[in-house]
């Protein structure tokens, strides 16, 4: 099982961005796909995650501004961020089960 997220960068307070989530050897489709971020001197926390159905759950710190999807076709997790603050700067994750990506840096700076 792999997972290869992809999409973190550098962006102003105010924008967005949209993380991606490549997974490999699992049926993709039949999961349950999270994201949690880790922020400097936190630790690492849930911020969304979505059923195989398609329900969705959010951290309160992130409800309204990010907004989790998938595509079982492409066995793909995405998390839209939009309105994005300092706060938010962090390693995003993306997680299925038991396995963890490497996870991608975004930070939110002007």
């Known amino acids: 099982v792999q997972l290869v997220e992809s999409g973190g960068d550098l962006v102003q307070p105010g924008g967005s961005l949209r993380l991606s989530c490549a997974a490999s050897?699992?049926?993709?489709?039949?999961?349950?796909m999270d994201w949690y971020r880790q922020r400097p001197g936190k630790e690492r926390e849930l911020v969304a995650s979505?059923?195989?159905?398609?329900?969705?759950n959010y951290a309160d710190s992130v409800k309204g501004r990010f907004t989790i999807s998938r595509d079982n076709a492409k066995n793909t997790v995405y998390l839209q961020m939009n309105t994005l603050k300092p706060e938010d700067t962090a390693v995003y994750y993306c997680?299925?089960?038991?396995?963890w990506g490497q996870g991608t840096q975004v930070t939110v700076s002007s």
């Open positions: 050897g699992i049926r993709f489709s039949i999961n349950r």
């Open positions: 979505i059923t195989s159905g398609g329900s969705t």
């Open positions: 997680k299925v089960a038991l396995i």
